[in-house]
């Protein structure tokens, strides 16, 4: 027997699963050119246009100049240099946390928290829409895991009732696929009723929501005792790499000893961190980008409701247009190419079926302008190829 290869990539293929690497033939932004066509894009998550702006590509070359290219080592042997520590305090004192651990990756903080936190005996509960990586961290974990309906408190409250060992709550701050807020006061509250702890990855609300960027935990105003484990990334907003986890003395140690995730793996690049101090600064001090977001997503979604395409509750630079079939939703992201708009379209497994969809990502970097075109793109698109509701459609 060997594995079957080709039988299952046909599948794929047939059932317009496959998926494609676009090739990115120049710097990130709104004007990108994929594949030798030049576009303007949506569908970065570059969320304030911090990934090419010219101090953070400064400071990121003065750093590798000072601190060469690569990381060299694990943390915990050689590899956490002054520009890694500058930036865990900076991160820290943003977050108004005791302390903030950097992680490669939001994939890997994501995995390194949960699985230092929760193991045999204990109990991992998550929002059905987590992305991906809490989803495989609450796997990997070895506590029992089980979901809740999406933001429903009553069906938290229902599986809290029914846990064991230590409790870790554990959801999106903002959906990544979906755009809307996690319900946080209400799950923070639920938890608390029954001594769970909770968990939020803000990799798509840090930098964005709140008046300061704080991120979802500004937003609605909690304090640091009912979100005890905060994720940050810095791939998003920040325009850089990597995340961060945000929380009291002892969790930070208890990952520093912990999690696997952190200690074997090289650190980021120093260079990464010089530039993520930067965009930091340009984060707290700029509120304009923020103001700006909230001014182009207002015209979106005016714009949008005006052809007659279905959006769902988003307040955030997230913006999906809700499609229904693969097929369909692939069909449109190819009509607004033609016209130079790239919009992904994304379809199951990301999503659940039937609900595949344009994900439309706004930037601070987009003008009222580059919003006007793609509203224009869209009623074009919709023009040549009617959208079905959602409700109507189905994938195969
Ligand atoms: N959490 C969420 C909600 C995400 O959307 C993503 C990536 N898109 C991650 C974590 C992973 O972050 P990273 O890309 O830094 O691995």
């Not at 676009?22 to 994929?34: A, D, I, M, T, Y």
């Not at 952190?262 to 001090?285: D, E, M, N």
Request: glycine share 10%; proline share 5%.
């Amino acid at each position: 027997m060997s594995f079957n290869l080709s039988s299952r990539l046909a599948e794929r293929r047939a059932a317009h699963l496959y998926r494609q690497r676009p090739l990115l033939e120049s710097p990130q932004g709104v004007r990108v050119v994929v594949d030798g066509q030049p576009l303007l894009a949506f569908c970065n998550n570059d969320y304030l246009g911090l990934a090419s702006h010219p101090a953070v590509i400064e400071a990121f070359a003065e750093g590798a100049r000072r601190w060469g290219v690569g990381g060299g080592a694990s943390h915990l042997v050689v590899g956490h240099s002054q520009p890694h520590h500058e930036l865990e305090e900076a991160l820290a004192e943003f977050t108004g946390r005791p302390r903030a651990l950097l992680m490669s990756s939001g994939y890997m903080a994501n995995l390194g928290a949960v699985t230092a936190l929760a193991g045999q005996g204990d109990t991992v509960l998550e929002d059905r829409l987590n992305h991906a990586s809490l989803l495989d961290a609450g796997l990997l974990s070895g506590a029992r895991f089980s979901r809740y309906l999406h933001n429903d408190v009553n069906s938290l409250a229902g599986r809290l009732d029914k846990s064991q060992g230590n409790t870790l709550v554990v959801t999106d701050g903002v959906f990544s696929m979906d755009g809307d807020l996690a319900e946080l006061p209400g799950v923070c509250a639920t938890a608390a009723e029954r001594g769970a702890w909770v968990m939020v990855d803000d990799a798509h609300g840090f930098g964005c929501l709140g008046n300061n960027g704080g991120g979802i935990v500004e937003h609605f105003g909690l304090s640091v005792e009912q979100v005890p484990v905060l994720i940050g990334t810095l791939g998003k907003a920040f325009g850089t790499a990597g995340a961060f986890v945000a929380g009291s003395e002892e969790l930070i140690e208890t990952l520093i000893q912990f999690a696997r995730p952190y200690i074997y793996t090289t650190s980021q690049p120093p260079a990464v961190a010089c530039a993520t101090l930067r965009s930091l600064q340009l984060l707290q001090g700029e509120h304009w980008r923020r103001e700006r977001l909230a001014q182009l997503i207002a015209q979106f979604r005016i714009g949008v409701a005006d052809i007659g395409l279905e959006l769902m509750n988003s307040p955030t630079p997230i913006q999906p247009i809700l499609v229904g079939s693969s097929e369909r939703a692939m069909a449109l992201s190819a009509a607004l190419r033609e016209q130079g708009i790239l919009v992904t379209a994304i379809r199951p497994p990301t999503v659940p079926r039937g609900t595949a969809r344009l994900r439309v990502t706004l930037s601070a970097a987009h003008s009222e302008d580059d919003v006007n075109q793609l509203l224009d793109a869209l009623k074009r698109a919709v023009a040549q190829l009617p959208v079905t509701q959602s409700s109507e459609a189905h994938d195969a």
